[in-house]
């Protein structure tokens, strides 16, 4: 029966510490949250992730308030959370990162372990914000995947090449094959766009071209169809 006992200890939490560690939970969980908006603002953002940081740190905290120091009832938890099945398709890294960020933030503030969970976030947040200024990471701007399928004729090349050496800084060809039954040829080149120039510019340049079916352009640094 000692034994027992002890693993089920009574809670040591005033009802000043629940609401305080609660209120902390929340204000970190906005924190991250915001700090996510910053550093995502070229990305189509979703409202039900970003309150889910903050309702996941306040639920964590909690969580930790309940289970303190009892094995019994982590086991008991884990057991209870079973049940649940999370089917959402987290479409970036960085999402993931903000998640566990959620999580130990909740964990800091619940345990009430105020001075790691003001200190560390706080730090973590302004590494994140300094990284999103520098753009850290990036390494090759303007870098893009240039796909165009065009009717077959003799001077195919030259058709296009003439637009490449005016809105482009540099260009190399990846590959060249048919498409729909040899009705069209589809070409992939890498290349870079000149300063002065936009994506929006060299896909209308293109499509304006005789022959022209289909330009798609792929951005090396979102990685999806402009």
Same mark, same amino acid.
């Given at each position: 029966?000692?034994?027992?006992?002890?693993?089920?200890?009574?809670?040591?939490?005033?009802?000043?510490?629940?609401?305080?560690?609660?209120?902390?939970?929340?204000?970190?969980?906005? +924190?991250?949250?915001?700090?996510?908006?910053?550093?995502?603002?070229?990305?189509?953002?979703?409202?039900?992730?970003?309150?889910?940081?903050? %309702?996941?740190?306040?639920?964590?905290?909690?969580?930790?308030?309940?289970?303190?120091?009892?094995?019994?009832?982590?086991?008991?938890?884990?057991?209870?959370?079973?049940?649940?099945?999370?089917?959402?398709?987290?479409?970036?890294?960085?999402?993931?990162?903000?998640?566990?960020?959620?999580?130990?933030?909740?964990?800091?503030?619940?345990?009430?372990?105020?001075?790691?969970?003001?200190?560390?976030?706080?730090?973590?947040?302004?590494?994140?914000?300094? +990284?999103?200024?520098?753009?850290?990471? %990036?390494?090759?701007?303007?870098?893009?995947?240039?796909?165009?399928?065009?009717?077959?004729?003799?001077?195919?090349?030259?058709?296009? @090449? @003439?637009?490449?050496?005016?809105?482009?800084?540099?260009?190399?060809?990846?590959?060249?094959?048919?498409?729909?039954?040899?009705?069209?040829?589809?070409?992939?080149?890498?290349?870079?766009?000149?300063?002065?120039?936009?994506?929006?510019?060299?896909?209308?340049?293109?499509?304006?071209?005789?022959?022209?079916?289909?330009?798609?352009?792929?951005?090396?640094?979102?990685?999806?169809?402009?």
């Amino acid at each position: 029966m000692n034994f027992l006992n002890n693993l089920t200890p009574a809670l040591n939490y005033t009802i000043f510490d629940v609401v305080f560690n609660l209120l902390l939970a929340f204000l970190l969980g906005f +924190l991250v949250s915001a700090v996510y908006r910053l550093t995502n603002r070229h990305r189509a953002l979703s409202q039900s992730f970003i309150l889910t940081l903050i %309702i996941l740190s306040m639920v964590v905290a909690l969580v930790m308030m309940v289970i303190g120091n009892s094995i019994a009832r982590a086991f008991s938890l884990v057991g209870a959370l079973s049940i649940i099945r999370f089917r959402t398709v987290v479409k970036d890294n960085r999402d993931i990162a903000y998640v566990f960020f959620a999580l130990a933030a909740g964990m800091a503030a619940g345990i009430g372990n105020h001075q790691i969970a003001i200190f560390g976030v706080g730090t973590i947040l302004l590494v994140l914000i300094v +990284l999103d200024f520098v753009q850290f990471g %990036i390494i090759r701007r303007g870098i893009y995947l240039l796909r165009f399928q065009i009717i077959p004729t003799d001077t195919d090349d030259s058709s296009f @090449e @003439e637009v490449f050496k005016k809105l482009l800084a540099t260009y190399s060809r990846l590959s060249v094959k048919t498409v729909k039954m040899g009705q069209f040829v589809e070409h992939s080149y890498l290349v870079k766009l000149k300063r002065s120039i936009s994506d929006q510019q060299l896909i209308s340049e293109l499509s304006a071209l005789e022959g022209m079916e289909r330009v798609i352009l792929l951005s090396e640094e979102s990685e999806s169809e402009l």
